[in-house]
């Protein structure tokens, strides 16, 4: 076996035998039916990789591709069945693939319908909308602004965020807006709070000083309409998911360790969602059982045997990093390297390359040496 570092050198290492290696109501009034201004002026765009998130790999894309064109050459179809902020997906986005994107949390749906899903959107009239968002003037306490307000944000822009959310869903509701378009709104305003919120990228807690007063403003997602015709979204437990679909490649990111995504993005979760659950602790958590992820759980290794064993598809890339033991308990592996490639290796033949990059941690600690790694499987079996 042999592991191989990104665009350089080959190093060749001898294993086991095992073949393997030692992761909330709103009483406010609206009017009946909103009317949107007629005009508009030109907004600003942003890319779907502008998103704070743990375990973002755009910054390991190079790794990625390297492995797929000198592994696989041209495919037809990609899932990517962790999807997170999507980049990968999106990455390989043409109007000849068809890329299939899942993630357990709501939020996450909501952004790949808007990046990978919209093919269908009249650019103008979003404009206009976005516009009116922007200058609405809430000086009224709602949901958002009761519970994050002072917190996460300043108490005017949480009450900005509740209103326009409101609004989003008022506008729906009266079919001004179809669910494409009310997903491109609500990514527009997921990653307007998340370029301002008083964190260090996650929501597990609030920086406890006081709250900048900041430019909240919402923006236009630069979105590749022609490119989305093929693709599908999907809003599942990914153990579910793979029962049901088939590709050539697929890309398996999941949680690598204790820390569950559902606590770290329960804010836009429960933003996007706007079920205005009860909220508890100092974070203002809601009630997240539904959303736990078994790869974060002492379970990780048995979900995972499920994944692959149902897996129809030609090819397999997982990522997982280094990091088993380097850190403290709710950052180590879940899963370890010998249970790895010993499931692995029912599928196929396991190559590793790895590349070395910057960990996107709490803001605690930098604990250096971070390999990201990337098992590739040619399914024979």
Same mark, same amino acid.
């Given at each position: 076996?042999?592991?191989?570092?990104s665009?350089?050198?080959?190093l060749?290492?001898?294993?086991?035998?095992?073949?393997?290696i030692?992761?909330?109501?709103?009483?406010?009034i609206?009017p009946q039916r909103t009317?949107?201004?007629?005009?508009?002026?030109?907004?600003?765009?942003f890319?779907?990789?502008?998103?704070?998130?743990?375990?973002?790999?755009f910054?390991?894309?190079?790794l990625?591709?390297?492995? &797929?064109?000198n +592994?696989?050459?041209?495919f037809e /179809?990609?899932? *990517?069945i962790? =999807?997170?902020?999507?980049v990968? !997906?999106? $990455?390989?986005?043409?109007?000849?693939r068809?890329i299939?994107?899942?993630?357990?949390l709501?939020?996450?749906?909501i952004t790949?319908?808007?990046?990978?899903?919209?093919?269908?959107?009249?650019?103008?009239?979003?404009?206009? &909308?976005?516009? +009116?968002l922007?200058?609405?003037? /809430?000086?009224v *306490?709602?949901y =958002?602004?009761l519970?994050?307000? !002072?917190? $996460?944000?300043?108490?005017?822009?949480?009450?900005?965020?509740?209103e326009?959310?409101?609004?989003?869903?008022q506008?729906?509701?009266?079919?001004?807006?179809?669910?494409?378009e009310k997903?491109?709104l609500?990514?527009?305003?997921?990653?307007?709070?998340?370029?301002?919120a008083?964190?260090v990228?996650?929501?597990? =807690?609030?920086?406890?000083?006081e709250?900048?007063?900041?430019n909240?403003?919402?923006?236009?997602?630069n979105?590749?309409y022609?490119?989305n015709?093929?693709?599908?979204n999907y809003?599942?437990?990914?153990n579910?998911?793979?029962?049901?679909?088939?590709?050539?490649?697929?890309?398996?990111?999941?949680?690598?360790?204790?820390r569950?995504y559902?606590?770290?993005?329960?804010?836009l979760?429960?933003?996007m969602?706007?079920?205005k659950?009860?909220?508890?602790?100092?974070?203002?958590?809601f009630d997240?059982?539904h959303l736990?992820?078994?790869?974060?759980?002492?379970?990780?290794?048995?979900?995972?045997?499920?994944?692959?064993?149902?897996?129809?598809?030609?090819?397999?890339?997982?990522?997982?990093?280094?990091m088993?033991?380097?850190?403290n308990?709710?950052?180590?592996?879940r899963?370890?390297d010998?249970?790895i490639?010993?499931?692995?290796?029912?599928?196929?033949n396991?190559?590793?390359?790895?590349?070395s990059?910057?960990?996107?941690?709490?803001?605690?600690?930098?604990r250096?040496?971070?390999?990201e790694?990337?098992?590739?499987?040619?399914?024979?079996?």
């Amino acid at each position: 076996m042999t592991i191989k570092t990104s665009r350089a050198r080959q190093l060749t290492m001898t294993f086991p035998n095992t073949s393997s290696i030692s992761d909330y109501s709103i009483n406010t009034i609206i009017p009946q039916r909103t009317i949107f201004s007629t005009t508009s002026k030109s907004i600003d765009t942003f890319n779907i990789q502008q998103r704070r998130y743990l375990g973002n790999k755009f910054n390991v894309l190079s790794l990625i591709d390297e492995v &797929i064109n000198n +592994e696989i050459g041209e495919f037809e /179809s990609f899932c *990517d069945i962790f =999807a997170g902020t999507g980049v990968v !997906g999106h $990455y390989y986005n043409t109007p000849q693939r068809k890329i299939i994107s899942n993630d357990l949390l709501f939020s996450n749906y909501i952004t790949h319908t808007a990046f990978l899903g919209c093919n269908n959107i009249d650019n103008t009239k979003i404009s206009k &909308i976005i516009n +009116e968002l922007n200058r609405l003037n /809430s000086t009224v *306490d709602n949901y =958002a602004s009761l519970h994050f307000g !002072g917190r $996460y944000f300043t108490l005017s822009t949480a009450r900005h965020i509740g209103e326009i959310r409101e609004k989003i869903n008022q506008i729906h509701k009266q079919q001004i807006i179809t669910f494409q378009e009310k997903s491109v709104l609500l990514t527009s305003l997921l990653y307007a709070m998340d370029r301002i919120a008083n964190t260090v990228g996650h929501y597990d =807690a609030y920086i406890k000083k006081e709250v900048k007063r900041e430019n909240f403003i919402l923006k236009m997602p630069n979105i590749k309409y022609e490119a989305n015709h093929k693709n599908i979204n999907y809003n599942k437990d990914a153990n579910i998911l793979i029962r049901q679909i088939e590709c050539d490649v697929l890309y398996i990111d999941p949680p690598y360790n204790s820390r569950q995504y559902s606590d770290s993005y329960h804010l836009l979760e429960n933003i996007m969602r706007w079920e205005k659950p009860e909220v508890h602790g100092e974070a203002r958590k809601f009630d997240r059982k539904h959303l736990k992820s078994d790869y974060s759980l002492k379970n990780a290794t048995k979900a995972f045997a499920d994944l692959i064993e149902n897996a129809k598809c030609k090819y397999i890339l997982f990522s997982y990093n280094n990091m088993a033991d380097k850190g403290n308990n709710r950052s180590n592996a879940r899963m370890n390297d010998n249970d790895i490639l010993e499931i692995l290796n029912r599928k196929g033949n396991v190559k590793i390359f790895e590349q070395s990059y910057k960990e996107f941690t709490t803001g605690k600690s930098d604990r250096g040496d971070n390999k990201e790694r990337v098992f590739f499987v040619e399914v024979i079996k």
